[in-house]
């Protein structure tokens, strides 16, 4: 698969039995979008999503923004997701799912993101996280800002 592919591409596993789908790309960023949908309530009472599938949006967004950063599909693996909620989503919203990569080291990379559902203001939740490619190295980033990320860990 191919960047490019990734508008008309439905997911498969686990992240496609979830809905999560792709929303939108820049040169440094990438959104993933995790529609409303019953089966995710998490709090019936409320209506809200249950934390589980937007942690699971935000582990795909972030390693997505690794290859959006790297031009390249590559196996890796999540070392260390964070996730600080700020409040719950709102009932019937869909949730965008924007990360960016910070740093292309070795075989480690790090990433931020925040997840929203309508204004990039008002957060839902902040994620860190960092992922690490199992064997060898990460190809070099080719984006013109690319040396300032490229340092050796």
């Known amino acids: 698969m191919t ?14 039995r979830l809905g999560i789908r792709f929303h939108a790309r820049g040169d440094d960023w990438i ?3 995790l529609p ?3 089966e995710l309530i998490g709090d019936e009472e409320s209506g809200v999503i249950a934390s589980g599938p ?5 582990d795909m967004a972030t390693s997505f923004a690794i ?5 390249v599909f590559v196996p890796q693996a ?9 409040r719950p989503a709102r009932p019937e919203r869909t949730v965008i799912g ?30 860190a996280a960092t992922f690490m490619i199992p064997s060898g190295q990460y190809p070099r980033p080719t984006r013109a800002s690319a040396p300032a990320k490229e340092q050796q860990a």
């Open 3 to 16: 960047l490019d592919q990734l508008d008309v591409t439905s997911f498969g596993g686990h992240g496609g």
């Open 31 to 33: 959104e993933l979008a």
């Open 36 to 38: 409303y949908s019953p």
């Open 54 to 58: 937007i942690i699971a949006m935000m």
């Open 67 to 71: 290859w959006n950063e790297i031009k």
């Open 78 to 86: 999540t070392l260390d997701l964070r996730i600080d909620y700020l």
């Open 98 to 127: 924007r990360a960016e990569c910070l740093r292309v080291a070795r075989s480690i990379a790090f990433t931020r993101g925040i997840a929203h559902d309508g204004d990039l203001d008002d957060p839902v939740a902040h994620v």
